[in-house]
Each structure stands twice: as C-alpha cells, then as structure tokens.
C-alpha cells in the first residue's frame, strides 16, 4: 500500500526566513497530494493542494512542487510569520481512494 | 450543516467498557473517513465510506473497532472492551467525493481509556 514519508519531523526557522518540507510516497498511482495545517489542539485543515497534472503551485506564501518521477512533492512557505507555527502534514491519494499521511512537521516560527 | 461535527468532543471511559462515537458529516458530503491521532503523532487512517459502497476497513487496527454509516448521513465508530492504547483523538473527516479534493475535518473526540 501507499507508504508517505516526511521531513523533517521538526523544523525551527527565523521569521521571515523561508521554511521547507519534504515529502516522498511510494505508489506511483498517486494523483492528489493536499497539505493539511494543524494548530495546537486544533483540527487539520487543508491549506493547498496539488494534483499529477501540475508541477507546482502558488497561493501567496505558500506553494507546493511536485516531482512525479521522483516521487517527491514539498511545500514551501515564504517570508514565514509567527502564526504560521503549527504541525504540517502532507498526505497522498490514489484516484480519491483513502489519503495517507506523513508522520507531520511542527514548524516554529521564532519572532 | 456548515461543518463536520463530532460528538463527544471528549470521553473518558474505563478499560473493558465500550464506547461509541459519532460523526455528522458535512451535508452533501459523499465521503466520510475516520483517523487516529496518538497524543503528538500522525494521522492514522481507519476507516472509508463513499456512498453505499462496501466501505474500506483496511486500517481498522482489531476486531474490537467497528463503524456504520447509514447512506450518506451520520457515521458511528464504536471501540469494544476498551484498552489503555486505544487512548487518542479520533478525528472524522468528510469530502464532496472520493475523486479528487480535500477533506473537512471535524473537532475530533478526544477519547481517554482509564
């Protein structure tokens, strides 16, 4: 079955520094790839998603790639803000059928 | 309603008894899916319904968790003869339909086995 990894579990940057996380999944029948954001005691909510058809893309600060011969997408967050702290998870979905998650990253940001 | 709710927000139950959570999903909402989430870990797929298919129980860790779901409507995941590990937030989720897009996630309940 689909296996998702993701990385780092923890991340620690600068406000206004950029923040980058990784995430590899093993069925190549994946199609979807949503990134969820989870504030402290909070519920997950989707923040972007992207699909096999695209490469990238752009919502103001953050923005999703993805590499489909490698297996690779990530997300990238720009000019990063004390609220943007919070535990991300990628996740990967083959034709809509259940989506699996990473393992999450707890971004901090420090002001 | 306007988003996915889930009751009771917590629970605390002792070891061996069973217990019964709920979720009323979004209206319209075809796909519903039910997560584990372990106090600072992942999310932890258990359970799948997309209409009135025969739902997806491949993540269902024992014989002891079970869940219905009536058509389209509400959905119960029910843990029997609790166990201390069984401790979590369980989190229902819920999709226009399993094709394509992202999930609404309700509240969670946040489940304590003493």
């Known amino acids: 079955g689909e296996n998702v990894e993701q990385h780092p579990s923890t991340l620690s940057v600068q406000e206004g520094d950029s923040a980058v996380i990784k995430c590899t999944y093993s069925d190549s029948a994946s199609n979807y790839f949503p990134w969820y954001k989870q504030e402290l005691g909070k519920r997950p909510q989707l923040i972007i998603d992207?699909?096999?058809?695209?490469g990238e893309k752009k919502d103001q600060r953050i923005a999703v790639t993805l590499n489909k011969t490698a297996k690779h997408f990530s997300l990238h967050i720009t000019e990063t803000q004390p609220e943007d702290s919070a535990v991300y998870f990628c996740a990967a979905s083959t034709g809509g059928f259940k989506t699996i998650f990473g393992a999450g990253t707890r971004l901090f940001v420090k002001a | 309603g306007a988003g996915v709710s889930q009751s009771p927000s917590n629970k605390v139950t002792e070891k061996g008894k069973d217990v019964e959570l709920r979720c009323d999903p979004i209206s319209g909402h075809t796909a519903l899916y039910w997560y584990r989430q372990r106090l600072g870990q992942g999310l932890e797929f258990l359970i799948y319904f997309q209409g009135n298919s025969a739902p997806d129980k491949s993540g269902l860790p024992s014989d002891r968790f079970s869940a219905e779901r009536t058509g389209e409507s509400v959905s119960t995941l029910t843990i029997q003869r609790t166990q201390q590990e069984d401790s979590a937030v369980y989190l229902c989720?819920?999709?226009?339909?399993?094709?394509?897009?992202?999930?609404?996630f309700g509240s969670g309940t946040r489940l304590t086995v003493v």
């Open positions: 992207i699909r096999s058809n695209v």
């Open positions: 989720a819920s999709s226009v339909a399993a094709v394509d897009g992202g999930y609404t």
